[in-house]
């Protein structure tokens, strides 16, 4: 059974940026996408990205583009989500998901993400 | 593109529940549905349409035709109670599009 663990919570000034890493263990992340799904307090759920890791290839949401890096270590099985430019609306739960067709079968238990003077 | 989810629905335990998801010929799209409990991660409790995952109770199945696609839980319980989301990709886009999600309460 694949699980993903993500990294810790993490408390960022405006206009820092944010690194969240996602582990696959029970199973290589290789063969699949990791998608990158954000939640703020009391909202939907919202695509963020996504990242082919054998291949290195890279999808990001309009609304992201230009200060979102999605990277993955294959040796290590883990993808990782960089965030630039943090604002008070990036202060939310995000969640890698690995990619079953174009759904998401395995999620990481979510990395909160606060943004606070 | 968008999908439209009712805000809530409620249903007594042991009846049904049917939740939708509306979008513009969304019968052409492969839907995927997710429960979430409070502070927990989303669960994927149906894909492309009307599959289970293993360990998805039967009682959760779905559908999809025309502009409406629904995810339909039979014999509730209160183990049930949670958010739904509808989920497609847009190959227009090349994006993935959740909807606004449904909280099911169980009376």
């Known amino acids: 059974q694949v699980q993903l663990v993500q990294s810790g919570a993490e408390v960022k000034t405006p206009g820092s940026s944010v690194k969240v890493s996602c582990k696959a263990s029970g199973g290589t992340l290789n063969t699949y996408t990791i998608n990158w799904v954000r939640q703020a307090p009391g909202q939907g759920l919202q695509y963020v990205g996504r990242?082919?890791?054998?291949?290195?290839?890279?999808h990001y949401a309009q609304t992201f583009q230009g200060r979102l890096t999605i990277s993955a270590d294959k040796s290590s099985s883990t993808t990782f989500l960089e965030l630039t430019s943090l604002t008070s609306e990036d202060m939310a739960f995000y969640y890698c998901?690995?990619?079953?067709?174009?759904?998401?079968?395995?999620w990481g238990q979510g990395t909160l993400v606060t943004v606070s003077s | 593109y968008v999908l439209t989810q009712p805000p809530s629905v409620s249903v007594a335990p042991g009846q049904t529940a049917t939740l939708t998801c509306g979008g513009n010929?969304?019968?052409?799209?492969?839907v995927h549905w997710y429960q979430q409990r409070p502070g927990q991660a989303p669960v994927l409790v149906v894909f492309d349409d009307s599959d289970r995952p293993s360990g998805i109770p039967e009682r959760f199945s779905g559908s999809n035709s025309g502009n409406t696609a629904t995810l339909t839980i039979s014999r509730v319980e209160a183990g049930d109670e949670a958010d739904y989301y509808c989920?497609?990709?847009?190959?227009?886009?090349?994006?993935?599009?959740f909807g606004g999600g449904t909280k099911l309460s169980v009376l």
């Open positions: 990242i082919i890791p054998v291949l290195g290839i890279t």
């Open positions: 989920q497609v990709w847009d190959s227009t886009s090349d994006h993935i599009v």
């Open positions: 010929s969304i019968g052409s799209n492969s």
């Open positions: 998901a690995r990619g079953l067709g174009n759904g998401f079968d395995f």
